[in-house]
Structures are given as structure tokens and as C-alpha cells.
């Protein structure tokens, strides 16, 4: 070290572990919904804002893909869809090695009684549809880490 810095060699060393390290890639928004038309209508808003994101059609799809694709880093989901309901898919998502990533629910048809399930697995929130975009783009917004 010269008198001329103004790092030890320790910190220059840390400083340099920390600029060669390799950026993580950004995280993504998987929205599940069997309802075509709500799926890119949301993948749209969401798109807009700059947050990448990819769909699934059922929750065995869904589940598919949060097996391969490591960089899923939300899940946003409708209640009622076919054989894997949203229900069925966040237990699915709970009992694996993605347990703690965060869901979002947002479904157009829910009783008392979905709801507290839903809390109790641990969702970030339940939206009711006509879904309060504000609200659910700042939900994903907290959760993915972004600045508001």
C-alpha cells in the first residue's frame, strides 16, 4: 500500500471479490392461471413496469417449471383451475425445496374458508378480482426486491 491509497490491501481485495462475482439473473414472475386472456393481460401489466415474467396454464405446468427454472423468484396464482387447483399448488410448492418462495393469490372466486387455507401455507396476500393493480405491483415489487 502507497501513501498515495486510500485502501488497505484487505479492502481492495474484498472490493474486487465483489465486482468479479457474476450477476445473478433478474428474477422472474411466474403467473398461473388457466384463463388465457388473464394470464397475458397480467404478463402485460407486469411487463410494462419492467418485470419479467413467464405463464403456466396449470399448476402441473407450474410445477414443472418451478423445477427448471431456478430464477422464478414469485408466484402469482388463480384459485380454480383444473386438476391442480392454486390451493393444491402452493401445498406442492410448500413441501419442496422452493418452500419459501413467495405466492401471490389472485382469484375471482373465493369463500372465507380458501382464504385462511391460504394464509395458513403462508401466501404474501389474496387479491379478489377486478384485480387493484397498484396494489398487486407494489406486492410484486417488495417481494422481487425492486426499488419502489
Do not use: N, Y
Request: negative net charge; charged residues 25%.
Amino acid at each position: 500500500m502507497s501513501d498515495h491509497d486510500i485502501l488497505s490491501d484487505a479492502e481492495r481485495e474484498a472490493l474486487s471479490a465483489i465486482l468479479l462475482e457474476p450477476e445473478l439473473p433478474p428474477q422472474r414472475v411466474l403467473i398461473v392461471d388457466d384463463d388465457q386472456d388473464a394470464r397475458e393481460l397480467l404478463k402485460q401489466f407486469l411487463a410494462l413496469a419492467g418485470i419479467r415474467c413467464m405463464t403456466a396454464a396449470s399448476g402441473e405446468s407450474a410445477l414443472k417449471l418451478l423445477e427448471t427454472t431456478p430464477s422464478i423468484g414469485l408466484v402469482i396464482t388463480d384459485l380454480r383451475m383444473g386438476h391442480v387447483d392454486g390451493l393444491d399448488l402452493i401445498r406442492q410448492v410448500r413441501e419442496s425445496v422452493r418452500a419459501e418462495l413467495p405466492i401471490i393469490i389472485v382469484s375471482g372466486e373465493a369463500d372465507v374458508k380458501d382464504a385462511i387455507a391460504a394464509m395458513h401455507m403462508s401466501v404474501v396476500d389474496f387479491l379478489l378480482k377486478p384485480i387493484d393493480t397498484g396494489k398487486l405491483l407494489e406486492l410484486v415489487r417488495h417481494e422481487l426486491g425492486m426499488s419502489l
